[in-house]
């Protein structure tokens, strides 16, 4: 690793460092209560700007109404070609305040399962749902891994074909979404570590306990590449259909579905670079020089 490049791991871990100080403080001035009186407010925004049926391009659909960059958008162009089948979803990795799976709950009435490994966030969001009186969702606070993750999906009486499936684990989405076969999503969200590239077919080897910031406090050490997903969603039965525009998630549509509406694009023409990284002034090339000094794996 070039020593020029690690004053650009060194900010990662001083404001993770920052992030985790200032949710102490957050709890300590914030009641249960008043967040979830928050939320519940937060939870009332109205929908999206109306939808462009000739753009076909997805990212150029990106709106953000509750998730974390221009998902909303992208995902309800989506559905929008495709139509709905049952209105189910599963997400693993989700925050209460943002989560992709969030609109089609309080705007599409799509019924699931939520799954992260902070119990606040899953007691949050499921006492927020209760305020609201919005039913047929729940959040399961787990530390997933292979040997767990089907039986908390079976056990909550999730349906095998499902209409959206969104994957954030900073760590095993590659591995997850590899031994998940005990549901048929329709669509896929899955987020993508856009600093290793377009070409290389790489992830972080899989660990039962495999936690980003533990793997290395910059919290580059983590994810898998789009090549990398790209190539497990063929064997899957999924075309990748395109990328947000800061680099963060990757979208998979079921290969029987919406191949005229929607094109299949490779994974070195839907890449977008990691937008965050490259406010920092990482550019791609350090980016890349970063990921290669970790022990990522050939997938």
Request: hydrophobic share 35%.
């Amino acid at each position: 690793l070039d020593p020029r490049n690690l004053m650009t791991i060194k900010a990662p871990v001083k404001n993770y460092r920052l992030r985790k100080f200032s949710k102490k403080i957050k709890k300590l001035f914030f009641s249960e209560a008043l967040q979830v009186y928050l939320l519940a407010r937060k939870w009332n925004k109205k929908d999206l700007s109306p939808i462009n049926s000739e753009n076909n391009e997805i990212v150029s659909h990106e709106e953000s109404l509750f998730s974390q960059n221009g998902e909303d958008g992208i995902i309800r162009k989506i559905f929008s070609e495709i139509g709905f089948s049952n209105k189910y979803f599963v997400e693993f990795g989700f925050g209460a305040h943002q989560c992709n799976s969030l609109r089609l709950i309080l705007h599409e009435n799509f019924r699931g399962l939520l799954m992260d490994g902070s119990m606040e966030q899953c007691r949050l969001f499921n006492l927020t749902c209760k305020k609201r009186g919005t039913d047929g969702v729940r959040a399961v606070n787990a530390f997933l891994n292979k040997g767990n993750l089907e039986s908390i999906i079976k056990k909550n009486n999730i349906p095998p074909e499902i209409d959206f499936l969104s994957i954030d684990v900073d760590g095993n989405d590659f591995w997850l979404w590899e031994c998940l076969n005990c549901v048929k999503p329709r669509v896929v969200c899955i987020e993508y570590n856009a600093g290793i590239g377009p070409e290389k077919s790489w992830s972080s080897p899989y660990s039962d306990s495999f936690e980003r910031f533990s793997a290395h406090p910059s919290g580059f050490f983590a994810g898998a590449s789009l090549s990398a997903l790209e190539s497990l969603g063929i064997r899957k039965g999924y075309r990748l259909v395109g990328c947000d525009s800061t680099g963060t998630n990757a979208f998979f549509l079921r290969k029987d579905l919406a191949k005229e509406k929607i094109p299949t694009v490779s994974a070195r023409k839907a890449y977008n670079p990691h937008l965050n990284w490259l406010g920092r002034g990482i550019s791609e090339r350090q980016q890349l020089e970063i990921m290669q000094s970790f022990p990522y794996i050939e997938v």
